[in-house]
């Protein structure tokens, strides 16, 4: 998986993780992609699996622990993520997703 959102609530979280042997689910996340703090934890959603987080120019990765570890793309604050970083979500790897690719 790649920016993805949170995905459910404690349970499902608890849930996936109980049923996945441990290191066959994970997920990139990159900078400040926006994707990955929707929808807000206030509104009771957590995020499962170990999440690989790049840097900016994806010079460096960091396998980071489960759920919102707040070293990893979670040190962002979403505000910010949501104004400044569309284009982000966009980008991973270096490789230009979805239509900015198409020519």
């Known amino acids: 998986m790649h920016e993805t959102p949170r ?7 608890k849930a996936l993780d109980h049923a996945t042997p441990q290191n066959d689910v ?4 990159h900078w400040r992609d ?4 929707l929808p807000p934890v206030a509104f009771g959603y957590d995020h499962a699996v170990t999440e690989y987080f790049y840097n900016y120019d994806n010079t460096q990765g ?11 793309c979670q040190q962002f604050e979403t505000a910010l993520c ?3 970083c569309v284009s982000e979500h966009l980008s991973y ?3 230009t997703l979805g239509v ?3 020519q």
């Open 7 to 13: 995905s459910g609530n404690t349970a499902f979280v």
């Open 26 to 29: 994970w997920r990139v996340t």
């Open 34 to 37: 926006p994707v990955p703090h």
């Open 62 to 72: 960091k396998v980071c622990k489960g759920g919102d570890d707040t070293t990893c």
């Open 82 to 84: 949501l104004v400044c």
């Open 93 to 95: 790897m270096n490789q």
């Open 100 to 102: 900015g690719q198409c």
